[in-house]
C-alpha cells in the first residue's frame, strides 16, 4: 500500500532562516506530488504541484520554492523565512483526478 | 482557480443524529468531488468521492450528494458520533486538471 512521510512534525525558525521541508511517497510509482499551506483556521492553499522529476508548477508568487529531485521526493525550501510563512504545511501525493492523500503535516513556527 | 466553498463555517449536534454539511461549488467542468475530515494537528483525511455523473454514493455511516443543476454537494453523516468531531472540508477536481480546490470548511463539533 501507499504510503507518505513527511517531517519534521514541528519546526521553530527565526526570520530570515532557511527552511527544508521533505515529503517522500512509498508504494507508488510517478505520483503527482503537492505542497499546500494552511494558517490557523483556514483552508487549504495549493503552493505547488509536480507531475514528474523537476517539473515544478507554482500557483502562488511567494517566498517559498519547490523541487522535486526523485520520482518520489518533494522539497519545500525557503532561502529567508518571513513571519507570513508561518502555518501548517502539507505534502499531498495523488495518481491522477479524484483522489488526493496528505501527510500529517509540518506545524511551522516563524519568530 | 474557481471556487469551491462552504455554507456553514460551525455545525453543531447532538451525538447520535445525523449530519449534513454542505458545500457550493462554481466550476461546472469539474469532474470528482471530494470530502475530508481533518482532525486538528493532523492531515486532512480522505472520506469520499462522487464523479459528476453520478447523484448519490454511500459509504459506511456516510453519504455524498451530488446536485448539479444547483452546483450542490453535502456530506450526510449517519448517527453521529464524538469522533466524527473535525473540520470537514470538500474539493473539486476536473478529470484533466491536476489540481484540487478546495474549500474553507465546517467545523463540526458533536455533543455527547
Redesign the interface.
Known amino acids: 500500500s501507499q504510503t507518505i512521510h513527511?517531517w519534521p512534525a514541528t519546526l521553530v525558525q527565526p526570520v530570515g532562516s532557511p527552511l527544508s521541508l521533505e515529503c517522500t511517497v512509498e508504494g507508488t510509482s510517478n505520483p503527482?506530488l503537492?505542497w499546500y499551506r494552511q494558517a490557523a483556521g483556514?483552508?487549504?492553499q495549493?503552493l505547488f504541484?509536480s507531475?514528474g522529476i523537476d517539473q515544478i508548477?507554482s500557483?502562488v508568487p511567494q517566498n517559498l520554492s519547490a523541487s522535486r529531485p526523485q520520482d518520489r521526493q518533494f522539497i519545500l525550501s525557503s532561502k529567508k523565512l518571513l513571519l507570513s510563512d508561518s502555518g501548517f504545511y502539507?505534502c499531498?501525493w495523488?495518481l491522477g483526478?479524484?483522489?488526493?492523500?496528505?501527510?500529517?503535516?509540518t506545524?511551522l513556527s516563524v519568530l | 482557480g474557481e471556487s469551491v466553498g462552504l455554507h456553514l463555517p460551525t455545525l453543531s449536534v447532538q451525538e447520535g443524529d445525523n449530519s449534513i454539511i454542505n458545500c457550493a461549488y462554481s466550476n461546472s467542468a469539474s469532474d470528482y468531488f471530494i470530502w475530508y475530515k481533518q482532525e486538528s494537528g493532523k492531515g486532512p483525511q480522505f472520506i469520499i468521492d462522487i464523479r459528476s455523473n453520478m447523484d448519490k454514493r454511500q459509504g459506511q455511516r456516510v453519504t455524498v450528494l451530488l446536485n448539479k443543476t444547483v452546483k450542490h454537494l453535502s456530506l450526510q453523516i449517519a448517527a453521529t458520533q464524538p469522533g466524527d468531531s473535525a473540520v470537514y472540508f470538500c474539493a473539486e477536481n476536473t478529470n484533466t486538471g491536476n489540481q484540487f480546490y478546495f474549500g474553507t470548511g465546517t467545523s463540526l463539533t458533536v455533543i455527547p
Do not use: V
Not at chain 1, 98 to 104: A, T
Open positions: 513527511q503527482n503537492y483556514r483552508g487549504l495549493l504541484y507531475i508548477s500557483e502539507l499531498a495523488s483526478p479524484g483522489k488526493l492523500f496528505f501527510g500529517s503535516g506545524q
